[in-house]
Nanobody
Framework: DVQLQASGGGLVQAGGSLRLSCAAS????????IGWFRQAPGKEREGVSC????????YYSDSVAGRFTISSDNAKNTVYLQMNSLKLEDTAVYYC?????????????????????WGKGTQVTVSS
């Protein structure tokens, strides 16, 4: 069975940092796209960042570009999301998700509907 286990959430002050981890099992890790989504109360789920575990190409939403860094450790079947300069508006439940990688110049498929597998969320709370 495919399993995605997200961890690393917590409470942090604005301007601080957190690192989320997504441990994956049950599929061929090195040919997938694994990404992070977040959902704040009353808001739609938002795609934050995604990485191709085969060639390392990455995607970032405008809201996190320059502050968040996604990386993959294929030996550990784990994807990380390093979150720096956190803002109050980054408060949300963060989910990792996976699908087979679709290569090309566009990440149009990186949407909630476009992902095949989901893990349970981890709460990130940024305080003032």
């Amino acid at each position: 069975d495919v399993q995605l286990q997200a961890s690393g959430g917590g409470l942090v002050q604005a301007g601080g940092s957190l690192r989320l981890s997504c441990a994956a099992s049950g599929f061929t890790f090195d040919d997938y796209a694994i990404g992070w989504f977040r959902q704040a109360p009353g808001k739609e789920r938002e795609g934050v960042s995604c990485i191709s575990t085969s060639d390392g190409s990455t995607y970032y939403s405008d809201s996190v570009a320059g502050r968040f860094t996604i990386s993959s450790d294929n030996a550990k079947n784990t994807v990380y999301l390093q979150m720096n300069s956190l803002k109050l508006e980054d408060t949300a439940v963060y989910y990792c998700a996976a699908r087979t990688m679709e290569y090309g110049s566009s990440w149009y498929w990186f949407t909630s509907d476009g992902m095949d597998y989901w893990g349970k969320g981890t709460q990130v709370t940024v305080s003032s």
